[in-house]
């Protein structure tokens, strides 16, 4: 015992240092990164969120999007994997559509193990679940790759509103009368109520009705220019 301590003291004591200095650099940078990040994310209203990527709300919908890069050894066992944890059909990695036709020459050998058909397999009790969970979390991609998962839906994240308050502020034209008629029209044409001369007269007296600006009346051709800007 005595001469292994010796030995075992023996070590370069000097790059265990030098790595902890880099180490508590690193903590300190990321830790206020992930303040900022966390503070960006509090800002974010409930009328606001609905509009965002589900990522940045959701630790499902990031969990959903994490991955590995496809080269990586864990990559299809992972997709498999995540829905246990997503509370999904556990369904098999071979549902994976994404599946190459043949494996990367630089990834392991397969073992297989051959099973007696009629051996009872038990994958539903807890204990078998608890398995699967712990495997799925030991193949899960790291931290960084969760959050690169997060940049990538913000770069593809575009806004969409639907119905017809999509057709309200689908112009550049943001005048609240011009928004109003191509929302209230966008409502008729949802409901197959055609635009006939006749229709537009009577869209022109509700919309001054509802509006109620006196001076500033509705007119049929403010309505026609709203239907030909209200996507069919």
Do not use: C
Request: avoid cysteine; hydrophobic fraction near 45%.
């Amino acid at each position: 015992m005595f001469i292994g301590a010796g030995w075992v003291a023996h070590r370069n004591y000097q790059t265990v240092r030098t790595n902890i200095k880099a180490a508590k650099t690193l903590v300190g940078k990321v830790g206020k990164a992930a303040f900022q990040l966390a503070e960006l994310l509090h800002q974010i209203a409930p009328e606001v969120g609905q509009y965002l990527p589900p990522e940045f709300v959701s630790l499902e919908a990031l969990i959903e999007r994490a991955d590995h890069d496809q080269n990586h050894r864990n990559f299809h066992m992972w997709r498999g994997l995540k829905r246990i944890l997503l509370g999904r059909d556990r369904g098999s990695v071979e549902d994976d559509d994404s599946r190459p036709a043949s494996a990367p020459a630089d990834h392991p050998a397969v073992e297989l193990e051959f099973v007696d058909p009629d051996a009872h397999q038990d994958t539903e009790s807890p204990a078998a679940t608890r398995g699967a969970i712990r495997y799925a979390w030991d193949v899960s991609p790291d931290v960084a790759s969760a959050l690169a998962g997060l940049s990538r839906a913000a770069s593809e994240w575009a806004p969409i509103e639907s119905d017809f308050v999509g057709d309200g502020i689908a112009s550049r034209k943001n005048a609240p009368k011009a928004q109003y008629l191509r929302g209230f029209l966008s409502l008729l044409l949802a409901n197959r109520i055609e635009l006939s001369p006749a229709i537009i007269e009577a869209a022109v007296v509700t919309a001054t009705v509802v509006l109620n600006w006196p001076n500033d009346p509705v007119l049929a051709s403010e309505v026609r220019n709203a239907r030909a800007q209200v996507a069919t």
